[in-house]
Every structure is written in structure tokens, then in C-alpha cells.
């Protein structure tokens, strides 16, 4: 029977890659004329924006998130310990969220500026928001985190005998940051800048509300605005590229890296006491980001959201804000399902096999979430018209079948959230002894009754930690379920995205507090699994 599971594993995999397989074969079939038209119009555009985003907040995230990442690590202050853990908070503010409170808190109608011209006259002066600028700050104070959250794990397990060995030697403590702990955080400060860059590119709600015209955001204009497929789809490969480039890029980087340390039980370094106006100066840069990254988004949207319900400033009909609660919940659920399923199968088999060439396919399979949202989607759809087509003919009625339906929508969340579920079903069924599973083949037990006898019982915490993470992303997610949801079925994100567009940001302010909520519960998980892998200082 081992061929079956080496067959159904071969058989995930490749469903799970199929659409973005897709866009990379569209490399094969360029349209010259199709990418001349392009770059004559809006490709170049395209292109310098998306480059000038993806430098200023990679560069941003990287000095943010480093500096508050050393700061609560080699120093210490009143204050320290719970601003430490509420610095990750912003992850759970979505983009859309954060740059449509941005706006309306700071665009040229908004109560910032209307103050100052009323007091300085109406040629007050205020940098311009619809621009590369803000939404740089605005992605910048969002993604922070994934550097910090890894800056920080990087520096705590850094040796005090190095730091104290730089010391002997004349280096301050700022230069034996510089010299000594910044090299061996490398690797980790890649990986988190890489995270943030994805991201980047894959955002497009945030970044149209600042008139920023970036590939992701040019995939979805010409996609629903001028419905043309191909140059939808020539752009997302263009963007895969991309993302693919990025990726090779950040394993170069680490490659190339070869600092060490010594591990084991070497003492941890000691941070140093900061007194007076030192310890209120840090503890101030770390109230202000989170003042700005959460603190004021999150208080903006529940003045907003009490405003709303007491005077409603767009009439909605009875039930439907229940029914975009119930269709979000119910999605989120389902993929969160589907996905954790995928993952313990994929993460069980691919360990009682243990061929190299099938966890490569495992790693294959779960490489969508590297990928921008828009890439995936398109990739999807496009799969799925191309196996309505080859089912059931040209016939409209038929044609939609899979296309935009509840299926397809599953499918393509399925794609992009593996690894996150996997992530987590992996590191568990990895503490699982073998002496267990090899107890179990004693006694006769197939690689299924393994599966759900041995490994689902043992793992079903992690199990639950990466069903909720699959959660709150797809409660999240908006660029596949604009793409791909079926007529009628909108989502607390969608509902947040569209009045926000219109500029309705007291009635955007309900479903967006929502999110932010729900969005805490990973915020915690990721934050007690930090400090449970980390020696405190």
C-alpha cells in the first residue's frame, strides 16, 4: 500500500501547484504585441512604483522592527515587559484597515489639517498622503513586526560573552550592535524583510487608496475594470517573477552567511539598566509606534463604530450585516478545515516516507503563501475556466460550474494558506517519537491507522494553533476572495474595502473592528510560542 500513499501525496502536491504552475507556463506563450502595449502604457508606471514601495518599506520594517527588537533586548526600563509583546499587536491591524483610518484621519478633508489650517491660515503646509510615502509609513507600521518578532528571537539568543568580548576590545555598546550583533542576526532580519516585501507586493487595497499604482494593484484594474484576461494574466507572471526573484535573493543572502556562535547553555545577554530621561526616552519610542501602528487606528475605529450605531450614516438593510458576519465566519472556517486537514496529511506522510524528492514536493505545495494574492488568484480562475471548458463546453450556464463558485473559492485559499497550516501540523508531528510509530507497525497499524490512531491525537494542539492562524488570514484576505468569491457572497474584508473606497469610513469602521478583534487571537498564540522558545534575559 505504500505506493498509494506516495501516489496521494504526489497527488496533493500537484493539485496544490497546478494554478500557479499555470501562470509560470505563461512564460512560454508571451504576447510581444500584448507586452508592447503595455509597457507604451502604464507598465513602466507600474514597475518604478512598485520598486520605490518595496525599497522604502523593506527599508522601514528593517530599521523599525531591528532597533525596537534591540532595544527591549539589550536594554531595560520601566515598562519594558508588556510593551515588548504589545509592539506585535499591529499584525493584527490589517493594511486596508490602517490606510483608510490613515486617510481619513490625515487626507486634506481630515481633522489634522483642518486644524492647522485653522490655525496657521489656508496655505498650511502638510506633506501629501495620496502618495508612495504614505502608503510606505502606513505598510511600514503594519509589517514592523515580522522583523521585530525576529530580530528579537535573533538577539535573545545571542551569547553575553560575545558582547562582553567586543567590550574588552574598546566597542561601545552601540558599535558591538554594529559590528557583532547585527551579523549574526542576519539571517533572521532576511527572512523578516523578505516576509515584509511579499507582502508588499501583494497588497493593492491600501495601496489604491493612495493612488499607487503597483503590479498587484494593475492586475486587479485590468482584471475588473477592462476584463482582459491575457494581460491580467502576462502581468501576473510578471509578478511571479518577481516574488520568485525575491525568494532566491533572500536564500542567496542567507547562504552566504556564515556567522556562528556558541549555543548550549552560554548566559544569555544582560540588558542594562536605563535610568532618568534614557528609560523615559525609550519607553516613549515604543509607546508612540504603537500609538501610531495601533493604538490610534483602534481607538478611531471604535469612536467610528459607536457613532454608527447611534446615527447611522449609510442605511443598511436588516440582516445583512448578520449575513456578512455569517458568510466570513463560515468561509473562514471551512478553508480553516480544509487546509489544517491538508497540512497534517501532507506533514504525516511526508515523514513516514522520507524520500527527499517528496519533501520537495511537500515544499513545493506549500510555497503559495511566498506568493502575491493576486498571483494566485488569477492562477486559479484561470484553472478552473480552462476545466469548465474541457468538462462541459462553452455554454455559459456550464462554464460556471467551478468558476466562482464556493469550490474554487476553497481551492484557491487552500493554495495561498498552507503553509501556515503546515507550518504548525509539521513542527508537531515532528516531536512525535518514532518508537511510538514503530510501536504501532508492531502491532500492524497501516500508515492510515497511524495517521489518526498515533499522530492526530498527539498533535491536535498544533494542530488548533494553525487552523486559527488560517482563521483569521482568511477573515483577512482580500484580493482572492474579490477575484474568486461567488455572485452575492461578500466578506466582513470585502464589506470594509468597499465602503472605505467610497470614502464611508464611520460605517468601514464596524466589520474593520471585527477583523482587528478576531485578528488578536494569533497576535497571543504568536507571542506565547516566542516566549516559550525563548530564554528571557
Not at 556562528?260 to 528609560?279: D, E, F, H, I, N
Not at 487552500?414 to 516531536?431: C, H
Not at 498527539?458 to 482568511?474: M, P, S, T, W
Amino acid at each position: 500500500m505504500g505506493y498509494v500513499y506516495r501516489l496521494l501525496l504526489i497527488g496533493l502536491a500537484a493539485v496544490i501547484m497546478a494554478p500557479l504552475l499555470l501562470v509560470a507556463a505563461n512564460l512560454l506563450r508571451l504576447d510581444a504585441t500584448n507586452w508592447r502595449h503595455l509597457w507604451e502604457t502604464r507598465l513602466p508606471t507600474m514597475l518604478l512604483q512598485t520598486t520605490l514601495l518595496v525599497v522604502a518599506v523593506g527599508a522601514g520594517t528593517l530599521a523599525l522592527g531591528t532597533g525596537l527588537a534591540w532595544l527591549v533586548s539589550a536594554y531595560r526600563f520601566p515598562g519594558r515587559g508588556i510593551v515588548s509583546w504589545l509592539l506585535v499587536l499591529p499584525l493584527a491591524m490589517p493594511s486596508y484597515v490602517l490606510g483608510f483610518v490613515f486617510m481619513a484621519t490625515f487626507d486634506y478633508a481630515g481633522p489634522v489639517q483642518t486644524t492647522l489650517r485653522a490655525w496657521f491660515g489656508p496655505g498650511a503646509w502638510f506633506p501629501e498622503v495620496r502618495s508612495i510615502g504614505g502608503a510606505a509609513l502606513v505598510l511600514t507600521l503594519v509589517w514592523y513586526p515580522y522583523v521585530y518578532l525576529l530580530a528579537r528571537a535573533a538577539f535573545a539568543e545571542q551569547s553575553s560573552v560575545t558582547l562582553d568580548a567586543a567590550r574588552a576590545v574598546g566597542l561601545s555598546r552601540a558599535g558591538a550592535f554594529a559590528r557583532l550583533a547585527l551579523p549574526l542576526a542576519r539571517p533572521s532580519l532576511v527572512a523578516g524583510v523578505t516576509l515584509v516585501v511579499l507582502e508588499t507586493l501583494t497588497d493593492f487595497a491600501t495601496v489604491r487608496y493612495f493612488n499607487v499604482m503597483t503590479l498587484s494593484e494593475g492586475i486587479f484594474r485590468v482584471w475588473e475594470g477592462m476584463m482582459d484576461r491575457d494581460t491580467a494574466m502576462q502581468l501576473a507572471t510578471l509578478l511571479l517573477l518577481v516574488a520568485l526573484g525575491l525568494m532566491l535573493l533572500e536564500r542567496s543572502l542567507r547562504g552566504q552567511a556564515r556567522y556562528t556562535q556558541a549555543g548550549g547553555a552560554v548566559q544569555r545577554m544582560q540588558p542594562v539598566l536605563l535610568r532618568s530621561w534614557c528609560a523615559a526616552a525609550a519607553l516613549g519610542m515604543c509607546l508612540l509606534v504603537l500609538a501610531l501602528a495601533f493604538g490610534l487606528p483602534a481607538t478611531q475605529l471604535i469612536a467610528w463604530t459607536v457613532a454608527e450605531t447611534r446615527q447611522p450614516t449609510l442605511p443598511t438593510a436588516d440582516g445583512v450585516a448578520w449575513r456578512y458576519i455569517g458568510v466570513t465566519l463560515a468561509l473562514a472556517g471551512g478553508a480553516a478545515l480544509l487546509t489544517t486537514l491538508v497540512a497534517l496529511l501532507l506533514a504525516v506522510l511526508g515523514r513516514l516516507e522520507g524520500r527527499r524528492w517528496q519533501r520537495v514536493a511537500v515544499r513545493l505545495a506549500t510555497s503559495g503563501y511566498a506568493m502575491p494574492g493576486a498571483v494566485v488568484g488569477v492562477g486559479v480562475l484561470t484553472l478552473l475556466a480552462t476545466v469548465d471548458r474541457a468538462l462541459f463546453g462553452d455554454e455559459f450556464s456550464a462554464a460556471l460550474v467551478l468558476t466562482g463558485s464556493l469550490t474554487g473559492l476553497l481551492y484557491a485559499y487552500l493554495v495561498r494558506f498552507l503553509a501556515v497550516a503546515y507550518g504548525s501540523a509539521d513542527a508537531s508531528v515532528e516531536k512525535v517519537t518514532p518508537r511510538m510509530v514503530e510501536a504501532a507497525r508492531c502491532l500492524g497499524a497501516g500508515r492510515g491507522r497511524i495517521l489518526w490512531g498515533v499522530y492526530t491525537p498527539l498533535v491536535r494542539a498544533g494542530l488548533l494553533a494553525g487552523a486559527i492562524l488560517v482563521f483569521v488570514d482568511v477573515m483577512k484576505e482580500l484580493p482572492v476572495t474579490l477575484m474568486l468569491r461567488p455572485f452575492g457572497m461578500d466578506t466582513l474584508a470585502i464589506w470594509t474595502y468597499m465602503l472605505a473606497a467610497e470614502s464611508y469610513w464611520q460605517a468601514a469602521a464596524i466589520p474593520a473592528l471585527l477583523i482587528v478583534l478576531v485578528g488578536v487571537a494569533p497576535v497571543v498564540l504568536l507571542v506565547r510560542a516566542g516566549d516559550r522558545g525563548r530564554v528571557a534575559p
